[in-house]
Each structure stands twice: as structure tokens, then as C-alpha cells.
């Protein structure tokens, strides 16, 4: 599994209330990803990291946030969560040259 | 723009049967290709993966699949299914040609196993 620890692993929040998503990583892969994942759409790249500081929107990024302060750590943030945004999510990390590795995910419930 | 389609949200086969799951993509630069599965509430694993050279990939539990250029395809099989390879798959294609981790994922296909 690469080392790669999500937290918390099940969430349940309420509409409007902000909330952060965990990525811990410990073989210092460089490239860090948050992925969503949803029935008949496989997953889908929320947004991504290259490195410290370094990142960039994937192809659903509205209504998320991230932030890498540290090689290891890649926070997802959902500022006002909506019940759109209920689903599992999924962390990646790679090095770049060979395959991603994807952490445990996270159910989140927006109710 | 870069995507892939599964044919088949659902397959079924019988223990022992040949497994067929199938994976077509578009890119406008040579492909990175990737299987992927996935076990009730755990993440990805990667089955198998093509990059470049040898266009028949082998990969883990038994799983191949064969990179078609001309037919813009990566289907995966496996010979004779069994029990354990219940699960959902999915094919996935890499963002250009180098970056492994920024990936577009097919629909998934979800391989039932009967006895």
C-alpha cells in the first residue's frame, strides 16, 4: 500500500460545514493526487501535487482546495461541504515513472 | 483529450470460464495503460500496466491484457476465473505519456464469479 494512510476513514457532515480530508504518505514519492470516486464514473482527479507547495486542479476541482506544506502530507479541504460532494475519496501517491499507489479512501456523507 | 470506455458495467462468468473485460481509450500521444482492481471498501491495486515494448502485458493472480495500437484497445483476460477474482476493475489511461499518477479511469467494470 505504499505507506499511504487516509484520514478519518468515514465522515459524516452537514451542508455548509467545512472539512478536511487527511493524506499521509511515508516513502517520499514526489507526486501526491486526490481522486473522487462515484457510481458510473470511476474515479476522477480532484486535484494534484508535484511538490512542496506545488499544485495544481484536476478535472473536478470546483468547491475543493488543497494544500502540501510538507513531502508527506496533502490535504484536501471542502470549504462548504454541499451533498454533491458525498462520495469516496481517494488519495494516490508516485514517483513518476512507474504506477500510482492509492491509499484506503474515505467515505464522506454530507447530509 | 485523453479517455477511456469500458464495455460493460457488469460481467458475469462462471468459475473456471475465461474472463473478457474490455478497455478502449483515446490519447493524442502515446498511451501509458493501466488495470486496476478493487476489493469491497479497499483501494487500488494495480493489475498490470503498459508502457512501452512488449505490447502483451502480464500482470498479477493470473491476469494479462494486450495493447492494440490499431484498434485503440487494452482488454484484459484472464483464462479461468476464479472466486476470488470477484471485484471491480478498472482500466485507466495516464495524463501524456509520463506522468503515472494523474490518470483518467474508465467507468469500472464489476466481474461477478459464479460457482
Known amino acids: 500500500d505504499a505507506g499511504i494512510t487516509q484520514s478519518p476513514r468515514h465522515k459524516v457532515t452537514e451542508t455548509g460545514t467545512p472539512v478536511t480530508l487527511r493524506c499521509h504518505q511515508t516513502e517520499n514519492h514526489r507526486y501526491m493526487y486526490w481522486y473522487r470516486q462515484d457510481p458510473g464514473h470511476g474515479l476522477r482527479l480532484i486535484h494534484y501535487?508535484?511538490?512542496?507547495?506545488?499544485?495544481d486542479k484536476g478535472e473536478v476541482s470546483d468547491g475543493y482546495s488543497v494544500s502540501r506544506s510538507k513531502t508527506e502530507d496533502f490535504l484536501l479541504t471542502l470549504e462548504s461541504a454541499t451533498s454533491s460532494q458525498t462520495s469516496v475519496y481517494f488519495c494516490?501517491?508516485?514517483?513518476?515513472?512507474?504506477?500510482?499507489?492509492f491509499g484506503q479512501g474515505t467515505r464522506l456523507t454530507v447530509v | 483529450a485523453q479517455s477511456v470506455t469500458q464495455l460493460g458495467s457488469h460481467v458475469s462468468v462462471s468459475e473456471g470460464a475465461l474472463v473478457l473485460l474490455r478497455c478502449n481509450y483515446s490519447?493524442?500521444?502515446?498511451?501509458?495503460l493501466f488495470w486496476y482492481v478493487q476489493y469491497p471498501n479497499q483501494g487500488l491495486q494495480l493489475l498490470l500496466k503498459?508502457?512501452?515494448?512488449?505490447?502483451l502485458v502480464k500482470g498479477i493472480n493470473g491476469f494479462e491484457a494486450e495493447f492494440k495500437k490499431s484498434e485503440t484497445s487494452f482488454h484484459l483476460t484472464k483464462p479461468s476465473a476464479h472466486m476470488s477474482d470477484a471485484a471491480e476493475y478498472f482500466c485507466?489511461?495516464?495524463?501524456?505519456?509520463?506522468?503515472?499518477?494523474?490518470?483518467?479511469f474508465g467507468q469500472g467494470t464489476t466481474l461477478q464469479v459464479k460457482p
Open positions: 490519447s493524442s500521444v502515446p498511451p501509458y
Open positions: 501535487s508535484y511538490g512542496v507547495k506545488d499544485t
Open positions: 503498459y508502457t512501452t515494448g512488449a505490447t
Open positions: 485507466a489511461v495516464s495524463h501524456g505519456s509520463s506522468n503515472t499518477g494523474k490518470l483518467i
Open positions: 494516490a501517491t508516485a514517483t513518476g515513472g512507474t504506477e500510482a499507489f
